[in-house]
């Protein structure tokens, strides 16, 4: 790439003079010599060089620092340092400001040449990734450590109505407003990495991903799935409708269930039978109610909240489901201490969500087993733990039970159930803005956590 365009940054006459004679113009190089750095800015608005030589010798500022800066605003300009001597100083700024190479005295023609080439080489093939990157239709941002933009693609630049302009540099809070993506961001620094959705001003929402990189900050990527969530509605809207006209001729098939042996006599056999479709269309209505109560729940229907004594939610789902325990012969440990603040929620789903997690304690708990519901409170958070001593699940089974329809390969013979419960657990708690989880190993029982938020009384 002998025609490449060099901007050569120094004080140094005889330097200038040594690389611009001897070694550059003679291997083909163009050069610009620039004499120094606020010069440099002025030369980049009018041209832009396929690479910079940058003399850092007699640098007064925190040469590590302008180098980073320069990175940031200029990121696909290669930087080589040149420096009087090599020493752990010139490693320390020429790595901490992101620069390719360095060169030192004495200053082989050969060797500067042949590193230009291996930076040249290697600035075209991060090119090709930037054009893929820049030109792909899913959203990318990077950010720095420090909170700065320093890539923006330009699907990110249309979802965020980011204009043409050149933002990178500038702090991420201040170029992109949206509080979904701010959200997703907080706290920035953390090193974990997040999903999650974000709804833009035009109604479209995109999937989004953060990665944290060491050292670099984080990569957002975003993908428009709007199209997904319609259909997800389409379908949503259609299960409830489906639901909803199964509720009733269901209703009349066990109120005539239950009629027909009042109206004659029926032999053993027939009471067999009605007893089968009697359990049958039990089943199929309590599949018919969870689908009902998710699609209500999702669609935030339950919007009404009140201060809500999550201790008194557990008393009164144990009401239904005392027999059950003596009936496997199970044992109950409760213990929720009597300060224990309240949550601001709806008292139905609060106690469906408390019904759920305890009645599958039961059902998954051996006869004679024992499971232990504790409630803790800390300053924010009122703290659920249900525990069961039942056959555990599975690492790969976890990720999934509180999915729809989800049920785990532990089941025992005689566990009925919809797949629905955790799925209306976890429904019920993100609406209270809590959280849910479970911890669990295999043969050694399992325990749900909900935690929620203790109610404002500012
Ligand atoms: P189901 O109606 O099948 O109980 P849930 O949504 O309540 O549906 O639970 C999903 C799956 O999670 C269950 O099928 C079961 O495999 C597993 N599961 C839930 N609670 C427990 C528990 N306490 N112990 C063991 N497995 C459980």
Not at 223 to 230: A, N, P, V, Y
Request: hydrophobic share 40%; proline share 5%.
């Amino acid at each position: 790439m002998t025609d490449a365009h060099i901007f050569l940054l120094t004080t140094d006459d005889e330097i200038g003079e040594k690389f611009s004679r001897e070694i550059l113009n003679p291997a083909g190089f163009r050069i610009s010599r620039i004499s120094d750095v606020l010069n440099l800015e002025v030369a980049l608005q009018g041209d832009s060089p396929d690479l910079i030589i940058w003399d850092g010798r007699e640098s007064s500022e925190d040469l590590p620092q302008l180098l980073g800066n320069f990175n940031v605003h200029h990121p696909n300009i290669p930087v080589i340092l040149l420096w009087g001597e090599p020493s752990f100083e010139m490693a320390r700024s020429a790595l901490r400001g992101g620069c390719m190479d360095y060169i030192y005295p004495p200053f082989v023609e050969t060797d500067v040449i042949n590193i230009i080439n291996n930076c040249l080489q290697r600035s075209r093939h991060l090119d090709q990734s930037q054009i893929i990157l820049s030109r792909m239709n899913e959203g990318v941002l990077v950010i720095s450590t420090e909170g700065r933009l320093i890539f923006c693609n330009q699907a990110a630049r249309q979802f965020f109505e980011l204009g043409t302009a050149n933002l990178l540099g500038k702090p991420f809070k201040d170029v992109i407003q949206n509080p979904d993506f701010l959200e997703l961001l907080e706290p920035y620094n953390q090193t974990e990495n997040t999903h999650g959705e974000i709804n833009l001003a035009d109604g479209r929402v995109l999937n989004s991903q953060v990665s944290h990189i060491p050292e670099i900050g984080c990569v957002v990527t975003a993908q428009e799935i709007t199209h997904l969530k319609e259909l997800d509605r389409i379908k949503t809207d259609f299960v409830n409708a489906v639901s909803h006209d199964l509720r009733s001729p269901l209703t009349a098939i066990l109120g005539y269930v239950e009629l027909l042996e009042r109206v004659g006599e029926v032999n053993p056999q027939q009471k067999e039978f009605i007893q089968r479709v009697r359990i049958s269309v039990q089943s199929i209505t309590a599949l018919i109610n969870d689908l009902l109560d998710l699609g209500r729940i999702e669609a935030g229907f339950d919007s009404h909240k009140e201060v809500t004594p999550l201790g008194a939610m557990v008393r009164y789902s144990l009401e239904g489901l005392s027999n059950t325990i003596s009936a496997r012969s199970q044992t109950l440990e409760l213990n929720i201490p009597s300060d224990t603040p309240s949550v601001l929620g709806n008292p139905v789903r609060l106690r469906q969500m408390c019904f759920n997690l305890i009645s599958n304690a039961i059902k998954y708990a051996p006869i004679g087993g024992t499971i232990r519901i504790q409630v803790n409170s800390s300053e924010d958070h009122v703290i659920m733990q249900v525990t069961d001593n039942g056959p555990g699940i599975s690492p790969q089974d976890q990720p999934h039970i509180f999915d729809r329809f989800y049920r785990a390969s532990n089941q025992p013979a005689d566990a009925s159930g919809t797949g629905l419960g955790l799925a209306i657990v976890k429904s019920i708690v993100e609406d209270h803005q809590g959280r849910v989880w479970v911890e669990s190993s295999i043969g050694h029982g399992s325990t749900f956590t909900v935690v929620l938020p203790v109610v404002d009384r500012s």
